[in-house]
């Protein structure tokens, strides 16, 4: 236990590092967003490239794997709601919460993290985790948020969905990647020592940026919070535990990484669909700090559970 937090503790002191520097204004608000991009759209897309490109479709496509993580984020994603419902929460509102409880910082924290702690043979799985959280619950978010705000379903949506999928720069690289992959060619030198150089950025750049974006938030409505706090820290891999491990007898290294990967804090870009639809964005913004805080702590104990399995 104490092994594993000390090999966890360099990624959560990046974070604190760049809560220091966005703390005092040294890096402001501005220059965050600018080191995230940079993240999103070149360091973080260039690692993910060169994995997806030694990986096959098939070795993404663990249908064991897919249907243990996609019923235990439902069945988390259905209690959330519901108890939402019961506060008398409307449906964006209820939504975005659920949103909360199953989408955590995967890309940013998980890719980074838990391929140095779980070691290479975690990265199919973690993709995997990726991809359902950027396509699956991506859509669903849509679709819920578009009948909450009156949208309907129409011939468009489809159309919008897909589009919004290709705009992602995650999901362009790992597509490409694989189809990379599919031709048995290998990556010409020059451009794989480009893609090592860009992608070693992204650890240490995503963490910073990380703890500078928690700068500016404060935590409002607590009961709500430490609910959705909890949900993600603990009933998520809880979820997923039960599912791999009972329901789906996944293989167990396999069923670590996603119950690793589910006890991540929530995502930052949960954030940003909350402040873009104006559902809730104070209390995702608190959660997302909280979850984050309290994971340096949590996280160590997951990783050091699943390392047995």
């Known amino acids: 236990m104490v092994e594993i937090f000390l090999k966890t503790l360099p990624f959560f002191a990046l974070i604190g590092v760049g809560f220091g520097a966005g703390r005092s204004g040294f890096f402001p608000t501005q ?13 973080l897309p260039a690692m993910l490239f060169g994995f997806a490109a030694n990986l096959s479709f098939a070795d993404l496509l663990d249908m064991q794997a897919a249907g243990a993580y996609l019923l235990a984020c439902a069945v ?18 209820a939504t975005i919460e659920a949103h909360c409880a199953v989408i955590g910082n995967t890309g940013f924290l998980g890719v980074p993290m838990l391929v140095v702690l ?37 011939w468009r949506l489809p159309a ?42 992204a650890t240490p750049c ?24 909890f949900a993600k820290l603990f009933l998520h891999p809880a979820a997923v535990a039960v599912a791999a491990l009972g329901l789906f007898a996944v ?22 669909l909350a402040q873009h639809y104006q559902a809730g964005p104070a209390r995702v913004s608190a959660t997302i700090l909280v979850s984050t805080l309290v994971s340096i702590v949590t996280v160590p104990v997951v990783i050091a559970w699943v390392s047995g399995f």
């Open 31 to 43: 220059a965050t967003a600018y080191l995230t991009k940079f993240v999103f759209y070149f360091a």
């Open 76 to 93: 988390v994603y259905g209690v959330v709601m519901l108890v939402a419902f019961l506060r008398r929460a409307k449906l964006d509102t």
């Open 118 to 154: 779980l070691g290479e043979a975690s990265v199919k799985t973690v993709l995997l985790v990726l991809t359902i959280d950027l396509i699956v619950f991506s859509s669903l978010f849509t679709v819920l948020i578009t009948f909450a705000r009156g949208g309907g379903v129409n």
């Open 160 to 201: 919008r969905l897909f589009g919004a999928v290709l705009r992602n720069p995650m999901v362009v690289a790992m597509v490409l990647g694989l189809a990379w992959s599919a031709t048995g060619w290998q990556v010409p030198v020059p451009a794989n020592d480009f893609l090592t150089l860009l992608g070693a950025a």
């Open 206 to 229: 995503a963490l910073f940026a990380i703890g500078a974006s928690l700068a500016d938030k404060k935590v409002e409505r607590l009961q709500i919070v430490s609910w959705l706090s």
């Open 251 to 272: 293989d167990p290294y396999v069923a670590g990484v996603l119950i690793a990967a589910a006890a991540l804090p929530v995502a930052g870009n949960v954030f940003i």
